[in-house]
């Protein structure tokens, strides 16, 4: 492996050089749409890529339509599809973590908010194994750091103890200075661009209004981008507890950190919601994945629906960037892509489709999938290869690929969530609920679901419950301003969040029951920890 710099870790602890994806936020336009071109995403080298072994993340692609004809010029979509390996058992088989919660100690967490917050951390503690470290944090007007990353405290019994004692200490203050307790959190991981195989993590929790130290949104997200790009191994994930957090702000910090905002409304959702959290960052199996896709031949990327997109050739070559994959999890990436016609009868075939006569394959796209795969510990590298058919003629229309039309779904019902909210934070909840209802009726649409039920199996099922159950839900809590301002604003934008990360980020409960909501993209992992968090406060 090419000699790199190597961040300062625990004694023992492999380290894996990892170059940064140079992330221009301020090129991105709004919808993922690139504005202009980036800057170039630095890949590990091809010595610096490790065979083929255990912990492989799979690369497919699925083109929208199998047969394009050779004399026309198609708008058409690529879907690429990523799918982890289950994680491993046991604490010693998983890589190794680091997390600093950092809690809100604010005057309005005091009683039962607060006790159920040391409740809930000190459960996350002993869920922890002496491979882990803990870095507490807690913020009202000032910022205090009971316990630092850097006194290398493991969560063994005796350093388990240390961090319990921190946290019986946490006493209820003043202000919400949000700012200061996430930036000293951030600061609590060490900045370099060197990453070992922990799994770095930040859980902030608040109940509040940050009106104390940075208070406009774009500005704390920018502070924190900036923060995070010494730090590209680091996922942060937000916890709204109750009616008054500002979950436009929560939401933008997680989107920034490559996490997750959960919406807490009772208390039972703080310790399934952490439980949750704690179940996925157990099972990471993939790090720093950075995705390319590259139009092949005279084809043309129009547009790559995903937000956190990168241009590095404006047509040609995009990349996007996750963070993480927890076991068992999947991400879908779709490329809208125009295909000109065929240039010469040679290269697509000749005649009408057969048994006998199958036409030659012209690719369109090219994908490489770089990351760190965490359970080898080691530089990995997927490709695939789009193709398509290019008859002269063909006997019938081609049919939509039911995957395709799945996850077009799926970044509607996401950009849906989001328009509604926008309409219902001007007051307009008559118009946010028409886009919900409407949206509801194009999920539950006999055509749709038959096509994907027949051939795209039970998980394209679960999605459509999932939408349709989550687009109903908003649909109830915009019936006034009321309910809309305690509990809507917030679903819809976690809900959203969810449905475009492909990622569970939501308590495991409903409402006043304790029986687990449907989500599509809740891990074994997580729903085993959700449900054993909640069961040990009963």
């Known amino acids: 492996m090419a ?22 936020v301020a090129g991105l336009a709004e919808g993922g749409v690139v504005g202009e071109v980036v800057a170039e995403v630095a890949y590990p080298t091809a010595e610096d890529v490790a065979p083929e072994g255990q912990g492989e993340v799979v690369v497919e692609v699925v083109p929208e339509h199998g047969q394009l004809l050779a004399g026309g010029e198609h708008d058409t979509m690529v879907g690429v599809h990523l799918s982890a390996p289950p994680a491993a058992e046991g604490d010693t088989a998983r890589a190794p973590v680091d997390v600093v919660v950092v809690s809100d100690v604010s005057g309005s967490m005091r009683g039962d908010k607060l006790s159920l917050l040391k ?17 507490l944090v807690t913020f009202d007007t000032d910022v205090d750091q009971p316990l630092r990353l850097s006194a290398n405290v493991h969560m063994d019994g005796a350093g388990k103890s240390v961090a319990e004692s921190k946290v019986d200490q946490f006493r209820a203050g003043s202000a919400t200075n949000l700012s200061g307790g996430l930036f000293a959190g951030v600061e609590q991981f060490t900045a370099d661009a060197a990453v070992s195989t922990r799994v770095k993590t ?5 109940d509040g209004i940050a009106n104390h130290g940075v208070r406009d949104k774009a500005q704390l997200v920018r502070i924190l981008s900036e923060m ?5 191994d680091l996922s942060v994930h937000c916890f709204g507890y109750g009616s008054n957090h500002q979950s436009d702000l929560l939401r933008g910090i997680s989107e920034a950190g490559s996490g997750s905002y959960y919406f807490l409304q009772n208390n039972d959702d703080i310790r399934s919601a952490f439980g949750d959290c704690l179940g996925g960052v157990l099972s990471v199996v993939a790090q720093n994945l950075v995705l390319e896709v ?6 043309r990327i129009r547009k790559v629906h995903h937000p956190s997109v990168e241009c ?13 994959l927890y076991g068992e999890e999947e991400r879908d990436v779709l490329v809208s892509m125009h295909v000109p016609p065929a240039t010469s009868a040679a290269a697509v075939g000749v005649g009408t489709m057969d048994e006998e ?14 990351y760190v795969n965490v ?36 970044v509607q019902v996401a950009d849906t969530l989001d328009g509604a909210r926008g309409k219902a934070e001007r007051g307009d909840l008559s118009g946010a609920r028409d886009m919900l209802s409407e949206m509801c009726v194009q999920v539950k649409s006999l055509e749709l679901a038959t096509l994907l039920m027949a051939d795209a199996g039970a998980a394209a099922e679960d999605m459509l419950t999932g939408f349709a159950d989550d687009l109903e839900e908003c649909q109830k809590d915009l019936a006034d301003t009321q309910s809309y301002q305690q509990a809507g604003r917030h679903k819809m934008s976690s809900y959203a969040a969810g449905h475009a990360m492909q990622r569970c980020m939501e308590s495991a409960t409903t409402h006043g029951s304790t029986k687990q909501r449907h989500n599509a993209y809740r891990t074994a992992a997580k729903k085993a920890k959700a449900s054993a968090f909640m069961s040990m406060f009963k």
């Open 3 to 24: 000699s790199l710099e190597q961040a300062a870790v625990p004694e023992n602890e492999p380290v894996v050089a990892v170059p940064v994806a140079a992330v221009a």
């Open 119 to 135: 409740e809930t951390t000190n459960l996350l503690l002993k869920e922890l194994s002496k491979q882990d470290r803990v870095g």
């Open 202 to 206: 930040l859980l902030l929790l608040t």
């Open 228 to 232: 995070l790009r010494a730090r590209p």
């Open 294 to 299: 590259q139009a092949q031949g005279d084809a």
């Open 312 to 324: 590095l050739e404006e047509g040609r070559r995009y990349a996007i960037r996750f963070n993480d």
């Open 357 to 370: 006569e199958v036409p030659n394959k012209q690719p369109i796209l090219e994908c490489t999938l770089k």
């Open 375 to 410: 359970v080898g510990g080691n530089f990995a590298q997927a490709n695939a290869t789009a193709e398509v058919d290019r008859p002269l003629q063909m006997a019938a229309p081609a049919t939509p690929d039911p995957r395709i039309m799945l996850h077009r779904t799926r």
